[in-house]
Antibody
Framework: QVQLQESGPGLVKPSETLSLTCTVSGGSISSYYWSWIRQPAGKGLEWIGRIYTSGSTNYNPSLKSRVTMSVDTSKNQFSLKLSSVTAADTAVYYC???????????WGQGTLVTVSS | QSALTQPASVSGSPGQSITISCTGTSSDVGSYNLVSWYQQHPGKAPKLMIYEVSERPSGVSNRFSGSKSGNTASLTISGLQAEDEADYYCCSYAGSSAVVFGGGTKLTVL
């Protein structure tokens, strides 16, 4: 059974860079797409972007200028960096496995990131 | 791309059937049979319920079904049970390698 676990700081200062890592266990990270999705408190889901294990990426156009994703297949991990954060970036961040038909079949438990000074 | 449109809330009594709509445009829902649905209980991660409009993952009850007509996709839950009370989100491929979610629908089982 594939399991995903997000990790990273729960508090980030405005204008700084949010950094999260997702560790995949119970299966190989190779040959799959891996995505980041976020959810502000009481609000809906927002797709941030995806990375393939080759390193190719696709980002949400609304966040593209601030997002960088990377993958480390040797550690079965992939990562998210979101720069120049503001309070609007406060949310629960989920990592998920994305299938070729653009759906998410495995999700992490989510991690709350608060942007505040 | 803009979020897909879902009703904010729906409700039904145990045993009844309900349908949640998800309206997009000809650039997303209307152009691709790549709509998925997720169930989210409070404080939990979303769970995949339907993919590719009407396909059900292994382990998901056959009380859940999906369909699509034009720019609108639908999730139907038959034989409502108390455990179905949750938030439901639709998601569609929107072209240019992007996906878009709906705003979510809160299902209340009366």
């Amino acid at each position: 059974q594939v399991q995903l676990q997000e990790s990273g700081p729960g508090l980030v200062k405005p204008s700084e860079t949010l950094s999260l890592t997702c560790t995949v266990s119970g299966g190989s990270i190779s040959s799959y797409y891996w995505s980041w999705i976020r959810q502000p408190a009481g609000k809906g889901l927002e797709w941030i972007g995806r990375i393939y294990t080759s390193g190719s990426t696709n980002y949400n156009p609304s966040l593209k200028s601030r997002v960088t994703m990377s993958v480390d297949t040797s550690k079965n991990q992939f990562s998210l960096k979101l720069s120049s954060v503001t309070a609007a970036d406060t949310a629960v961040y989920y990592c998920a496995r994305e299938k070729i038909a653009y759906y998410f079949d495995y999700w992490g438990q989510g991690t709350l990131v608060t942007v505040s000074s | 791309q803009s979020a897909l449109t879902q009703p904010a809330s729906v409700s039904g009594s145990p045993g009844q059937s309900i349908t949640i709509s998800c309206t997009g445009t000809s650039s997303d829902v209307g152009s691709y049979n790549l709509v998925s649905w997720y169930q989210q209980h409070p404080g939990k991660a979303p769970k995949l319920m339907i993919y590719e409009v009407s396909e059900r993952p292994s382990g998901v009850s056959n009380r859940f079904s999906g369909s699509k007509s034009g720019n609108t996709a639908s999730l139907t839950i038959s034989g409502l049970q108390a455990e179905d009370e949750a938030d439901y989100y639709c998601c569609s491929y929107a072209g240019s390698s992007a996906v878009v979610f709906g705003g979510g629908t809160k299902l209340t089982v009366l």
